[in-house]
């Protein structure tokens, strides 16, 4: 499934890097959040400069 939002974390998001770090060095995680429980894993994503030019396009062209 793709993602419906591209999240950018900067430099300033140190706790939020950590725990992507750690995410990255386990391949997943189980994480619980007060009353939910969440497993979350990772997956490379590669674009290429023609996926690249092709997205930001803004899509098919309407007829």
Do not use: N, Q
């Not at 419906?4 to 706790?15: A, F, S």
């Not at 391949?27 to 997205?55: E, M, P, Q």
């Amino acid at each position: 499934m793709r993602p419906k939002e591209i999240i950018e974390i900067t430099d300033r998001d140190t706790e939020v890097r950590a725990f992507l770090r750690k995410l990255r060095a386990a391949g997943s995680l189980s994480v619980k959040l007060d009353d939910d429980a969440f497993t979350i894993w990772t997956s490379s994503d590669v674009v290429t400069d023609k996926d690249r030019d092709f997205l930001t396009r803004g899509g098919p062209d309407e007829e």
